[in-house]
């Protein structure tokens, strides 16, 4: 789901509210979590997940096209954990599919 789909999709589901409304809402939102993540803070939604930052390493490694070796400096990146709620949700067991049902 891209942002413009959220924002069609809140719009569709809350139809008293602006789109515009709706824009600046999901952008705020999203600015936020990027603002936290981005001085090293941890994001919960509770019931959905978790995200936060993690360092990785300076490490040597190979280029997979000619086998050379390649020096990757340190980084960070961002971890997500699913929350109880939505690891829950994704593992029941779903309708049967017409290519499961053969």
């Known amino acids: 789901m891209t942002k413009s789909e959220l924002i069609q999709r809140l719009a569709k589901r809350y139809p008293y509210l602006y789109q515009r409304d709706i824009e600046r809402l999901v952008g705020t939102v999203l600015d ?4 936290t993540l981005t001085e090293g803070g941890r994001v919960e939604l509770r019931g ?3 995200f936060s930052v993690r360092k990785r390493d300076a490490r040597k490694a ?3 096209k000619n086998g050379a ?3 990757i400096g ?3 990146s961002i971890y997500f954990r699913t929350g109880k709620e939505l690891r829950e949700r994704i ?5 049967q599919t017409a290519s499961s049902a053969g």
């Open 91 to 95: 593992n029941e067991p779903h309708v």
């Open 62 to 64: 190979r280029n997979p």
């Open 69 to 71: 070796e390649v020096f």
């Open 74 to 76: 340190e980084r960070y």
């Open 48 to 50: 959905f997940g978790a």
């Open 32 to 35: 936020h979590i990027s603002q």
